[in-house]
């Protein structure tokens, strides 16, 4: 994500849970970085700049290296359309900006992970 208020949230949340996280905001370093260091999740904005989120899911679904690690899509409420093409790509599951329900979002990372 480009919004820094989202990727501060998130780290904020994921770290108090324990996860070592990794937060980028250019898509290309993203996916070289989850060839080297296969992260367990990725959580990719829709928009951002130079690549999307949508060619970014293409990147790792269709590498050798990526293809198993669980992606979770962020999109502004309201855009279907992202959504569904998220899921036809390859994406586990969306989460929807701006973020208001932490509970929630964290009940969608943790199916996706299978943390118990």
């Known amino acids: 994500d480009d919004d820094s208020f989202i990727l501060a949230a998130l780290q904020t949340v994921l770290s ?3 996860f070592k996280v990794i937060s980028l905001t250019n898509p290309q370093e ?3 970085v989850a060839k080297k260091k296969r992260p367990d999740l990725i959580i990719s904005d829709v928009n951002m700049p130079g690549m999307d989120g949508f060619t970014l899911l293409s990147l790792l679904k ?13 999109t502004a ?3 279907v ?3 569904e093409k998220g899921f036809a790509l390859g994406s586990e599951t969306y989460l929807t900006k ?6 929630r979002t964290w009940s969608k990372i943790n199916l996706v992970l299978n943390v118990k």
């Open 77 to 79: 409420a309201n855009k």
């Open 62 to 74: 269709s590498n050798a290296e990526t293809k198993g690690i669980p992606v979770i899509m962020l």
């Open 30 to 32: 993203a996916f070289n």
């Open 81 to 83: 359309g992202d959504v």
């Open 16 to 18: 108090s849970k324990g």
């Open 98 to 103: 701006p973020i208001t329900d932490w509970d």
